[in-house]
T-cell receptor, first 114, second 111 residues
Framework: ETGVTQSPTHLIKTRGQQVTLRCSSQ?????VSWYQQALGQGPQFIFQ???????GRGNFPPRFSGLQFPNYSSELNVNALELDDSALYLC?????????????FGPGTRLTVL | TQLLEQSPQFLSIQEGENLTVYCNSS?????LQWYRQEPGEGPVLLVT?????EVKKLKRLTFQFGDARKDSSLHITAAQPGDTGLYLC???????????FGKGTKLSVIP
């Protein structure tokens, strides 16, 4: 069984650029959530995808957008990057029909915005 | 907005000592999860508690959910260097897809 994988591991961008981060969910998991973890903070919920549709969103602006594909993999896109977008971006998948929203996290993508 | 406050923020102890980490909120959660995160890694689920007053044990780790389901604690007995990491609590509201995380407690266990 393959766990959650994310790419790239690290990324450096400049302010105003756009970035796409990728995630492959754990085998059999059809729900994917994205979180932003700033340095010294806990993860903050960005949004969740289920059956290729956004299933809920946290307090993030529209320049944060996502996609989920038929194989349940997912992308996080961030437009017009700002310095405060520098963070660890975590993807998490969960089991279908699972009661307590237990999340299985990938290792994250470390984004630095200069 | 549901908030989770974790304390202490940092904890440095000697191997063999006991410790307790707290997670408090003014909101009621349908379930509360504890994760451990090591540098360069994503959080790893340790336990989920769902019933008020529930106590769960995982080897040397004891997790408790408050009677009112607003708070939780994690107690580690005879800490070992391998316990070092960031301990995060996360709450889920009833029917919610969203997990609310605390800021975490950074634990260092010195050999």
């Amino acid at each position: 069984e393959t766990g959650v994988t994310q790419s790239p591991t690290h990324l450096i961008k400049t302010r105003g650029q756009q970035v796409t981060l990728r995630c492959s969910s754990q085998s059999g998991h059809n729900t994917v959530s994205w979180y932003q973890q700033a340095l010294g903070q806990g993860p903050q919920f960005i949004f969740q995808y289920y059956r290729e549709e956004e299933n809920g969103r946290g307090n993030f602006p529209p320049r944060f957008s996502g996609l989920q594909f038929p194989n349940y993999s997912s992308e996080l896109n961030v437009n017009a990057l700002e310095l405060d977008d520098s963070a660890l971006y975590l993807c998490a998948s969960s089991l279908p029909g699972q009661a307590y929203n237990e999340q299985f996290f990938g290792p994250g993508t470390r984004l630095t915005v200069l | 907005t549901q908030l989770l406050e974790q304390s202490p923020q940092f904890l440095s102890i000697q191997e063999g000592e006991n410790l307790t980490v707290y997670c408090n909120s003014s909101s009621v959660f349908s379930s509360l999860q504890w994760y451990r995160q090591e540098p360069g890694e994503g959080p790893v689920l340790l336990v989920t508690v769902v019933t008020g007053g529930e106590v769960k044990k995982l080897k040397r780790l004891t997790f408790q959910f408050g009677d009112a389901r607003k708070d939780s604690s994690l107690h580690i007995t005879a800490a070992q260097p391998g316990d070092t990491g960031l301990y995060l609590c996360a709450g889920a509201g009833a029917g919610s897809y969203q997990l609310t995380f605390g800021k975490g407690t950074k634990l260092s266990v010195i050999p």
